[in-house]
């Protein structure tokens, strides 16, 4: 069963999260990251070049690891209820691996590598694991 061979429940709160989930919370961060992104810049960030068509990825970056650091997840995984936790399970990821772990997505590194159990590089490298909050 997935995520038994590190340890997590085969189903229920703590079990390893599905792609569908996983894919969900992505498309809804991405969404409101171009929202917000377009409210604050205008409709530049869809249509324009420059500094302004990076806005989104600004946006989706500080709105992740605020929220990853904070609550466990982006906004999109905690609509999508799931949350990223430590392996070790020594506590919340912190600060810097919610830095480090956003830099990597926003790289698209996870999406080019990925390990057992539906860990990307970035969860490799730092200890953790996606999982379901309920």
Do not use: H, Y
Not at 102 to 122: F, Q, S, W, Y
Request: hydrophobic fraction near 55%.
């Amino acid at each position: 069963m997935p995520g038994t061979s590190i340890g997590l429940p085969t189903e229920g709160r703590g079990s390893l999260a599905s792609w569908g989930k996983r894919i969900g919370a992505l498309i809804i961060d991405w969404g409101a990251s171009m929202v917000l992104a377009s409210t604050i810049v205008g409709p530049a960030v869809i249509r324009g070049g420059g500094w302004k068509m990076w806005m989104p990825m600004a946006v989706f970056f500080v709105e992740s690891v605020l929220f990853t650091a904070m609550a466990g997840g982006s906004f999109g995984q905690i609509v999508a209820r799931v949350a990223v936790v430590r392996l070790d399970g020594l506590g919340p990821i912190g600060w810097w691996r919610a830095a480090a772990r956003t830099a990597m997505k926003c790289l698209v590194i996870p999406a080019l590598v990925i390990g057992a159990e539906r860990r990307g590089l970035d969860d490799l490298v730092l200890g953790t694991v996606v999982v379901n909050r309920k």
